[in-house]
């Protein structure tokens, strides 16, 4: 069994402010910073072995401090950005919400919808499940952090209870908490 502890980033100014962020490269704010101190004097007990994050800034920024704490090196890779919500990044959530008749900015009404010059829920679904099938072939620790953003770490849930893309349910996931799964490899194997 391997254990993924699937961490979302600290706070940014952009998720005090209601603004879709995807792809944009946002830092995390001065609660943000102090948010990922914690997380890193918190999961620093556990035995974690190796630290994956996404590459953008808040998720790195995110993982640095356990990284240092563990004397680990962040292994950053593009897999694990959020959804690229192209022309609506940067827009306040609420406002696209009222324009695509959705609960907020970032749901979907399918999983083959995507916003303008952005990715579909099944392409972000792909794209975590490709990463996890690859990481779980050989995973380099029994304990793994892996940092990123709330859509890869649901899409990361889904794919390891086998949950087909098209029922996966959209529920918030805090900024700097951890959703922690269990996963025998071999079952990911297809």
């Given at each position: 069994m391997t254990t993924l502890h699937l961490v979302r980033h600290g706070e940014t100014e952009w998720n005090r402010d209601g603004r879709i962020q995807g792809w944009a490269d946002t830092p995390l704010s001065e609660v943000g910073r102090e948010q990922a101190r914690e997380l890193a004097a918190t999961l620093v007990e556990?035995?974690?072995?190796?630290i994956y994050s996404s590459d953008l800034r808040r998720?790195?920024?995110t993982a640095e401090p356990l990284a240092r704490q563990l004397g680990l090196q962040v292994r950053t890779t593009p897999a694990l950005r959020e959804r690229h919500f192209g022309d609506n990044e940067g827009r306040v959530a609420a406002e696209v919400a009222a324009e695509l008749g959705t609960r907020s900015?970032?749901?979907w009404h399918g999983a083959d919808d995507r916003h303008p010059g952005g990715e579909s829920i099944r392409e972000v679904y792909s794209r975590v499940a490709?990463?996890?099938d690859e990481l779980l072939q050989r995973p380099p620790a029994e304990e793994i952090a892996i940092?990123?953003?709330g859509g890869p770490i649901r899409f990361a849930t889904a794919y390891v209870a086998r949950e087909p893309v098209e029922t996966v349910v959209w529920r918030a996931v805090d900024n700097c908490s951890v959703t922690t799964v269990e996963?025998?490899?071999l079952s990911l194997r297809r």
């Open positions: 556990r035995p974690i072995g190796a998720a790195y920024e900015g970032t749901t490709a990463f996890l940092v990123t953003s996963v025998d490899p």
